[in-house]
């Protein structure tokens, strides 16, 4: 897969047929854009009949399936120029690797099955993540850095973005960073951690994006027709320990005490650049420790 290219047209198109596989948090707030816009025709998906009522109350042409019902994917892709694979398996909650595995690949099985009855279909786009980078010891990467997957979860979304990337038709990995927005927001994620006393030094780099600074990359690589591998983060890593000050001088909670020696799990550290998204001509992503933070 190459680093990127652009190959469609600069300017807004419209009327694109999109189907959304796992219109979840991100996938919901991605369609809202475009319907607000009255852009494109979208059909989403969900697993759920509960969401499925939910997202037809919004006006949204809602189908029920998972990505591994091959019949089902077909009827939902029967009409689409673009698909957006949005797909997770738990959102923010913690899930095991086999949850990814029977998530991402018999739904990325079942697509590679279906393109040669696709013809309309002329974009892929997949939302991957920055877990798939090994650790750098905090050097700052990009997209052309080796993955290196430091577990079985990120072995299997490198897995499926090798999968997509066997197509002939344009595809974009989208790697993003950890997400946060609206009902994720970080603080009340972090504010547990406050007055604990942890191993290290949190000095470990993290790497994020905001929802809705994800769904405009998204929208931007649709309408560039992008095919490649893409960072989507807000190219301003903060360490552990920078995310617990802040958060916790805001809210007037006790400091985290860093009590030194190595930490018991670490996180792959690194610092991932979005030179390649800022390329694309996309606004400047808010930074996750910024004021907008808890937007
Ligand atoms: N959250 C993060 O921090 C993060 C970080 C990096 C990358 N990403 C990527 O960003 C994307 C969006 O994440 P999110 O947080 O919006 O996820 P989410 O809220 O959990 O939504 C996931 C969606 O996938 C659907 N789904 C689950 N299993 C499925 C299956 N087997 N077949 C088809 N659909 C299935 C879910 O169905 P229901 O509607 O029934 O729940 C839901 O609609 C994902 O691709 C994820 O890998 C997320």
């Given at each position: 897969m190459d680093r990127g290219s652009l190959v469609g047209s600069p300017q807004r198109q419209s009327g694109v047929r999109i189907s959304i596989i796992g219109c979840g948090w991100l996938g919901t707030a991605l369609a809202g854009v475009w319907q607000a816009r009255g852009q494109h025709e979208l059909l989403v998906t969900t697993t759920r009949p509960e969401r499925l009522a939910e997202l037809q109350a919004l006006g949204l042409q809602a189908r029920l399936l998972r990505g591994g019902d091959t019949a089902a994917m077909a009827d939902a892709l029967a009409e689409a120029e673009v698909v957006v694979l949005t797909l997770a398996p738990g959102g923010d909650r913690q899930v095991d690797a086999d949850a990814y595995a029977s998530t991402y690949l018999p739904t990325c099985r079942s697509l590679l099955e279906l393109l040669p009855q696709l013809?309309?279909?002329r974009q892929i786009i997949y939302t991957s993540s920055c877990g798939v980078y090994g650790d750098a010891g905090g050097d700052w990467i990009d997209e052309s850095t080796p993955p290196q997957p430091r577990d079985d979860h990120a072995a299997v979304l490198l897995q499926t973005e090798a999968l997509l990337g066997q197509t002939a038709q344009p595809v974009a990995l989208l790697r993003l960073g950890a997400l946060h927005g609206p009902?994720?927001?970080?603080a009340p994620r972090l504010?547990?951690?406050?007055?604990s006393r942890r191993p290290g030094d949190g000095s470990t780099w993290s790497n994020w994006i905001h929802r809705d600074d994800a769904v405009a990359a998204i929208d931007r690589v649709l309408e560039s027709g992008f095919s490649g591998t893409l960072n989507v983060v807000d190219g301003q890593p903060v360490t552990l320990r920078q995310l617990m000050d802040r958060v916790c001088s805001s809210q007037g909670l006790e400091p985290v005490q860093?009590?030194?020696?190595?930490?018991?799990?670490p996180a792959a550290n690194r610092r991932i650049r979005n030179t390649g998204l800022l390329a694309l001509g996309v606004p400047k992503p808010r930074n996750v420790a910024g004021p907008t933070a808890q937007a």
């Open positions: 013809p309309l279909l009902g994720r927001e970080l504010a547990r951690l406050a007055g860093w009590t030194g020696g190595s930490e018991q799990t």
